[in-house]
Nanobody
Framework: QVQFVESGGGLVQPGGSLRLSCVAS????????VVWYRRRPGGQRELVAG???????DYTGADEGRFTISRDDVHRTVYLQMNSLKPEDTGVYYC???????????????WGQGTQVTVSS
């Protein structure tokens, strides 16, 4: 089973930018959908953005104009570019992949440690 390791989080001021990365332990080519989820403090994991192998994107949990998800199957890496960050973007961001692009957390397995994003002045 493919594992994912997230990185790129940190402390940033409101209005700043971060690019999160997620490296897969195996090939991404066989994974239809890759997603970024977020767990806000005291909350549950929720879908932020997803992208399929066909290039279809879903920004259910994010402002599409501020966040951009992309995938590089050659380098087994998924990115989440986050611009104009707001305090409500604070949380732990997780990456995962599977056969569907969904906001149902239980459809994905083997969640990693995530990467902490804190937006604060």
């Amino acid at each position: 089973q493919v594992q994912f390791v997230e990185s790129g989080g940190g402390l940033v001021q409101p209005g700043g930018s971060l690019r999160l990365s997620c490296v897969a332990s195996g090939s991404l080519s066989n994974i239809y959908a890759v997603v970024w989820y977020r767990r806000r403090p005291g909350g549950q994991r929720e879908l932020v953005a997803g992208i399929t192998s066909l290039g279809t994107t879903d920004y259910t949990g994010a402002d599409e104009g501020r966040f951009t998800i992309s995938r590089d199957d050659v380098h087994r890496t998924v990115y989440l570019q986050m611009n104009s960050l707001k305090p409500e973007d604070t949380g732990v961001y997780y990456c995962n992949g599977g056969d569907v692009l969904t906001n149902i957390e239980s459809e994905y397995h083997s969640w990693g440690q995530g990467t902490q994003v804190t937006v604060s002045s």
